[in-house]
């Protein structure tokens, strides 16, 4: 009985110990991370800065370390919360993974940076990764994957910092690794992935940016492990192409969209949409040659706003300039006699969609009528029926038509017409249920070309909006 006990009791000890050793079996080592601050006012920081520069350059990758500076003309709302959240106010202090603080210039290089090396390359709780960096004009993201210890609360943090900074008050000396950006993302769970999108500004060394993560519990303030990424970003950033058409409406199709050359692009995209902000796209197209030939289909009518960008790999420049165009499209349209189909552009399309109805012609008039709805929609206009007057309602653009069953007459932008002043019996009609009106008198009426083929009883409509 005893023995059982003891397999049981050391059985539960194995089990609790999993997590550990499921770390230890990924033989994670620790990188130290030193967080110095500093400042360009400080007389006494630049002794502290040289020595943990050179422990940086030939520790290979035992350490990494990020500047924070405070009360100077590099110092950020970032930067500061860091030295308080540490309750740091004078410099230069180092912060070795973030629970052993050293002061001054002398502790710094006698204990501080030893203690970085001596926690360097044991077994971490915590392994970071960086993935899928990619640049887009003045944006930088990357993937960062932390994961191992299921402890809490974990804090991870992303800093872009940048090497050999100027400050714009002493121009004679550079600091190394200055924090520009630091995201915080709290009360994390491991495993985590966080894409992490970061500015870049005009007066960054691109050639000088590095991102480094490291995961710091929130209670106690250790940070288990760091990681370190080049952001090799060339100096020579794209820039974005300008749209170099001057027309302010297209007629005719198929058009060109023209762009500057941009230098060390290898393709362009363009984008169309039909607002100004894009959420509405209506056309996506890469090219490898700055010139873009857009057919009528692609497009619909209206104002249509371009946009374009540059690319090479992963490098991207930002969207040039919105530049808008009215588009005016031509539709050529026929019906024929007994057919339930329209011929738009080449497309068959329903007259009256589920309905099998097709163009009639009224004997005793000598005028077609047909179910307007499909047209009207086609062309992009609007159709409304009230029963309780018995009347149809067409809004296309800024023209209204309004007719009545049974009516001679209709209002046209609110003025009373006849619908065939040649014939005051043209009028719409109820047939099978369907309401059917004068094709001809609505065609024009919204500004289109009507003509009719007498041996092949076919209604020819052009269009254009």
């Known amino acids: 009985m005893k023995k059982i006990i003891i397999i049981v009791i050391m059985l539960s000890l194995f089990l609790s110990l999993l997590p550990l050793r499921t770390i230890l079996s990924n033989d994670i080592k620790r990188i130290s991370i030193i967080e110095l601050f500093t400042a360009t006012g400080c007389a006494y920081c630049p002794e502290a800065e040289t020595a943990i520069s050179d422990t940086y350059n030939s520790s290979g990758d035992k350490i990494v370390y990020v500047t924070y500076h405070i009360n100077d003309d590099l110092a950020t709302a970032e930067t500061t919360k860091r030295s308080s959240y540490y309750g740091v106010f004078g410099t230069p202090t180092a912060e070795v993974n973030g629970n052993y603080r050293f002061v001054g210039p002398s502790s710094i290089k006698s204990t501080g940076i030893d203690r970085a090396l001596t926690d360097a390359g044991s077994l971490a709780k915590v392994g970071i990764t960086f993935a899928n960096l990619k640049f887009s004009g003045s ?42 950006t630091i995201k915080n993302y709290e009360a994390v769970s491991l495993p985590v992935k966080q894409t992490v999108s970061m500015q870049i500004a005009d007066s960054f060394n691109k050639d000088s940016m590095y991102i480094i993560a490291f995961v710091q519990n929130k209670k106690t303030m250790e940070i288990y492990n760091a990681s370190e990424l080049k952001a090799v970003i060339s100096a020579k950033q794209l820039i974005a192409p300008t749209i170099t058409n001057t027309e302010s409406k297209v007629t005719s199709f198929p058009f060109t969209i023209k762009l500057s050359l941009v230098q060390g692009a290898s393709n362009y995209e363009l984008q169309v949409a039909k607002d100004a902000g894009f959420n509405n796209i209506i056309l996506d197209k890469e090219m490898s040659i700055n010139s873009f030939t857009i057919g009528e289909e692609s497009l619909s009518s209206g104002i249509c706003y371009f946009r374009a ?29 007994g057919s339930t189909n329209m011929n738009v552009n080449g497309q068959a399309i329903e007259i009256d969609p589920g309905r099998a109805t097709s163009p009639v012609i009224v004997k005793e008039w000598g005028r077609t009528i047909v179910p307007i709805r499909a047209l009207v929609e086609t062309l992009g206009g609007t159709v409304a029926w009230d029963d309780k007057e018995q009347s149809i309602t067409i809004q296309m653009n800024s023209t209204q038509i309004k007719l009545y069953v049974d009516s001679p007459k209709a209002m046209v932008n609110r003025s009373s017409v006849w619908i065939d002043d040649n014939n005051h019996s043209v009028k719409p009609l109820i047939i099978n249920g369907r309401t059917m009106v004068p094709l001809r008198f609505v065609s024009q009426s919204i500004g289109c070309n009507v003509s009719w083929d007498p041996l092949n009883q076919t209604i020819s409509i052009v269009c254009k909006r």
């Open 139 to 180: 944006e930088i993201a990357v993937d960062v994957t932390a994961s191992g210890t299921t402890e809490t609360p974990l804090d991870l943090f992303v800093v872009l910092s940048e090497d050999n900074v100027k400050p714009t008050s002493n121009s004679t000396k550079t600091y190394r690794f200055v924090a520009r």
């Open 309 to 337: 960008r540059a690319k090479n790999g992963n490098e991207v420049s930002n969207w040039s300039n919105a530049f808008n165009i009215a588009v005016e499209t031509t539709f050529q349209i026929t019906m024929k006699i």
